[in-house]
């Protein structure tokens, strides 16, 4: 059984998306043993607590630095014994000891195609306006392995989403959730709760 916890700071719609996959046995092997939020008013405390998931909040607003932080999340990881962290709209970058601790066991959902339209300051609604901006016709998104690069560990799954004429930043980020995140998000997580994921130097794949 894979113990998640699902890190958060916003609406918590990815972290929904996990939840329903669980509860009708997409994702099997697995249990979200914690929600942690760096954001006291984010909704997605509120999707956990319908849930019974047991959650907290690690403000981050009371740290000085993200490696402060980082440290802390890290003696909370061991104390709950978690085997994968999943980054679900999660606005904090992680450094230090928890990523040597926890390399290839922490995945992100990102809003675009890596290696596209990522990195810092590429993130929510800032990465539809730069893709409406470029006018590219196809966007998605991707979740990867967290490394001390942002958005810059391997990449796990993909999922295109069309970008259609009158797209606005939010009704693009709407699609790019419904159509991609919220299903591979998921997805990459019981592939990894049943071992199908395979890292080979810095590419990871997908046991058939
Ligand atoms: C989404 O755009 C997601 O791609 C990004 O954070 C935003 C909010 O996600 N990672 P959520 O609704 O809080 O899961």
Known sequence: MLNIAVLVSGGGSNLQAIIDALEGGVITNAQIRLVLSSNPKAYALERAEKHNIPHQVLARKEYDNSLEYSNDILKIMQ??????????????????????????????????????????????????????????????????FVNDVTDGGAIILQKGVEVKNGDTPETLQKRVMQQAEWIILPKAVDLIANGRVEIRGNRAYIKE
């Not at 596209?116 to 966007?139: A, I, N, P, Q, R």
């Open 79 to 144: 104390e709950r014994e978690i085997d994968l962290i999943v980054l679900a709209g999660f606005m904090t970058v992680l450094q230090g000891e928890l990523l040597n601790t926890y390399k290839n066991k922490i995945i992100n959902v990102h809003p675009a195609l890596i290696p596209s339209f990522c990195g810092d300051g590429f993130y929510g609604l800032h990465v539809h306006e730069k893709v409406l901006e470029y006018g590219v016709k196809l966007t998605g998104a991707t979740v990867h």
